[in-house]
């Protein structure tokens, strides 16, 4: 399964697989995680990586169209062509052997998150697109 295909990619590091988790267990595992990766090829905008960003994780994703509404490439994540089988590999190892880069881009992901998905701006930017309120 995945989790062999994962072992070449670093054979001394920690892969971890968590499959589904209840909500109450996601932001624990993100904060004791070094850095997120979404490997999905079709992807919408992503739930799980906003909440990578609000972690403060540096993110490896395909640059699907979802991952390019959340992701900018070089400052708070990394992206990989889609069909570009090695740059996943090659990112995730590079991003590993990096401390300085994962710092970088996880400060700027934490920013970028708390600016743009921040739920009290974004839950009263809806209201107003729907037009429930009115801008005062």
């Known amino acids: 399964g995945v989790q062999t295909c994962a072992l070449p990619i670093c054979s001394h590091c920690e892969i971890s697989f968590f ?5 109450s267990q996601v932001v ?3 904060n004791n995680s070094k850095i ?19 972690c403060g994780l540096p993110i490896v ?14 400052t708070d994540g990394l992206l990989c ?9 090659d990112t995730i190892i590079a991003l590993l052997e990096n401390l300085d880069l994962q ?12 600016a743009r998905f921040n739920q009290s701006i974004n839950f009263n930017q809806i ?6 309120v009115k801008n005062v």
């Open 127 to 132: 209201l107003l697109l729907t037009g429930m």
């Open 19 to 23: 499959g589904n988790l209840d909500n």
């Open 103 to 114: 710092r970088s881009l996880g400060t700027h992901a934490r920013i970028d998150a708390l």
């Open 36 to 54: 997120y990766v979404l490997n999905s090829q079709f992807e919408a905008t992503s739930y799980s990586l906003i909440e990578a960003k609000m």
């Open 61 to 74: 994703a395909r640059a699907s169209a979802g991952s390019k509404l959340v992701i900018t490439h070089g």
């Open 81 to 89: 062509e889609i069909d570009d089988e090695n740059c996943l590999q």
């Open 28 to 30: 624990s595992k993100l």
